[in-house]
DNA sequence: CTGTTAGCGCATTCAC
DNA sequence: GTGAATGCGCTAACAG
């Protein structure tokens, strides 16, 4: 059906190996030959079989990024910063969405394997030892991507999730906000604890008493903020302000303080986590911190590429990509 | 490095071609010999080089997916929707991202078949000429998705996003709206031409002569509904309703009502499309017409699938999935 | 510089 | 039923 390599060298009147060596510029060839069998592959239209090259060199010009469902709602901009990073260099992005499943997770890493993939990017929000171990056992370069390994073994690329909360609580607590809600994610993801953690800091650091059924760890979906606040806002002795991990949470939570007769900010602030596109047209305009997801995105593909480029160094870096505290309407100042 | 089908042949004592029939069921091994085998191959944790595999057989097993950026908001759940029937069938999902540029599509294509990927869903919402001429030039099962090619020579799934902005548009009629704008897509999106129809049909059929100045052509995103509300809250004569291609849009439509002063539904009734998760959280509430975006992708992947099997058929296939009109709070009837 | 040859890992035709 | 040999399309030693 296809072309072949062959073909070109017949036309050409020369061997196959000189054809592979104009394409691939692996060793010199008379200008005179170059010429010709370049003429012969453009009239033909001929692109060498990626399949038969990568038996042979064992690298695909692929990449698998893996994805969970956490914080589906910016993964689509993630993938295109990765995506087109990728693009850019010759790699193509083979995208797995494994929902969180461990089994499926590694299912794709073995599959990838196999597939001669250049490199790997796990946007999976949990690093389970089986991940670790796929690392430990395949030297495949791989990015973690808003997570990190606790040995900090592999390379990552982050925002720094502590800080960052650390930094939205201590401002609703110059607000004025003495009782501060926390809705969480799942704390099977170390995101999630290290988000926690700075919001404990925080409150300590300010000589706040952290009390008992502050915290709520649904999800960080619409519904799960939803949900935490009807609870809340039941309550007789409800915070003043909530600290959302995302927007959708925040959302969420929004929706739940006006079904409760709460208004926001007046009756209570919310607070939310991404800056999805939709957090600054909602109502109220949601205060939330700014995560670079493009940038996050195109940079693991960055790290990857040099990655795969320095392949046997064993060299890892880890990124801490900035973040930012949008102020918008959805928190006010006590002023009692 | 890895095992390789020798190392189980050696250590099975039978040929390599014994290996490759158990394996594959080609041909009939003895029990025995078969047993044997098999306990080699589960002792090492063998399993066949997939590349290697591909190169002899032709096929990958591997289903490529083609998206650009319209409707962005609904394509994660779409993909999700693909990849999970796919998984089960033992395929892997390749997503590429094309940003609806002709150029990268065309690229993609390319190197797709390159890979011998079994099958390929298009949901790049505008059925180009070139990828016509590629799927006509090479025998690659394909699947339209949300939009069909105008000959139907290919298969698809789609709603009928004719009727579905038609009902949309009766809707707000019956509402008591003789002034209906139509916030846009892109003209070059056959979807978004039938919609246009589907909503000019609708007024016609009711008596309404569509007046100049109503269609606002932009983008399917938020900026793009802001835009155009803002150009339209400006004018004096304004319509009492909008019909916007997504709820996007509708959102960003009900931000620029608000910054002109408007309120939605009492002065300006502003509808959307999608029922994405947010438009039941909005406020106001915002009155769509659903799309079943998780079917539609899953829908892609069994046509695919089935088209996979059937190979050499040429047999061609369309599927609509119904839509459903969701009144919620941001359409309000007439009654003056 | 160029051509010949030998695999990469596997499926499959032939003989037996 | 089973094994030896051939080739998928390509790269890389090896000679010349």
Redesign the pocket.
Known sequence: ??????DVARLA?????????V??R?????P???EKVMKVVDELG????PV??T???KESMLVGVLISDVANTFISMFVRGIEKELFQHGYTTLLCNTNGDTEVELHYLNLLRDKYVDGVVLLTSAPKQEQIDFFDKNDIPVIFSSHTDKDGRFSSINIDDYQATYDATKYLIMLGHRSIAFFSGPMEYYQTVRRYNGYLQALDDHGIEYQEGWLFDKDYDLESGYKSGMELFARENRPTAVFCVSDMVAIGAIRAAEDSGLRVPEDVSIMGFDDIPIAGAYRPKITTVRQPVYELGSGSAQMLLKQIREKGTGSCESKVLPHEIIVRESCRALTD
Chains 1, 2 share one sequence.
């Open positions: 059906m296809s072309l072949t390599i062959k009147n020369v061997s196959i190996a000189t054809v592979s060596r394409l691939n692996s060793k010199p060839v008379s005179e030959i170059r001929y692109n060498p079989n038969a090259r038996l042979i060199m």
